[in-house]
């Protein structure tokens, strides 16, 4: 079965960047002059994803406008002669199709992704986080789809290996390698935030995920739980509990751009790894580094 459709919530109050985010969504502050969303949905679609669904609330407009045509800013810049920022403007609004879905309480990663439910139907979706960049040649949630497609469509839960000491900041899984595989494990159990001492593993979840459409069931049977939220983890583990859900150890560099410290990693990695802005961001690095006095 192709998976065709990719939940991403964006529907957070992005208070760890206020006052930035008293007006403008967070997920629309920008990598160098690409907002963070962009880099998040391009990846889907590199993955073969069709359709995005956001999952949003109040004051998030800006999101689907962004994916959207601007016919009047394409006559602006045909006029005076910009056809490659004409042609970038209108690539970024013909690249997928964009549906937006309120979540009108913000009550937990598993509540923003059942908001999707009628959406979705009966199809296996991808979710991604619209903070976490993830960057490789092969798009994560391509490797995650592959993955799945390579165990009957299951669900498939991307991992990264983390420091133990940063455990209490991420779901960890537990499982075992599946036959002939080091890098796929058949998932027993996800626990949220667990202490470097009670983790059972060192493989994180950073915000990429492979759901077959069973997780809607699970989410509509769990409690509340950690904070009164609907926990994503508790409906996985609900799925882990038939057999049939895996783990996959991703290749790639993850950001955490939901943290203002992630944020400038990932503003300063990617103007390096552009060739038109690489030898400015160096020479700001090195004076920096003198001008303060900065051990390197």
Known sequence: MKIRKAVIPVAGKGTRFLPATKQLPKEMLPIINTPMIFHVVKEAVDSG?????????????SLENFFDRNIELEDFLLKNNKEEYRSLIKSIGEMVEVISVRQKEQLGLG???????????????????????????????????????EQSSSSVIGVMEVENSQTNKYGIIDGEFVSGSQKTLLMKTMIEK?????????LATPGRYILHSDI????????????????LTDAINLLAKSGNTFAHIFDGERFDTGSVTGYLDATVEFALRDEKLKNEM??????????????V
């Open 49 to 61: 994803i069709e359709q995005i669904i956001f999952v949003t609330s109040s004051g998030k407009e």
């Open 194 to 202: 667990p202490d470097p001492d009670k983790a059972p593993t060192n």
């Open 282 to 295: 160096e020479r700001i690095i090195v004076e920096k580094v003198k001008k303060y006095s900065l051990k």
């Open 216 to 231: 809607f069931s699970a989410l509509e049977e769990i409690p509340r739980g950690v904070g009164g939220e609907y926990q």
């Open 111 to 149: 509540h923003a992704v059942l908001c999707a439910k009628n959406i979705i139907g009966n199809e296996t979706f991808a979710v991604l986080l619209g903070d976490d960049l993830i960057v490789n040649e092969i798009p994560a949630t391509k490797q995650l789809i592959d993955c799945s497609r």
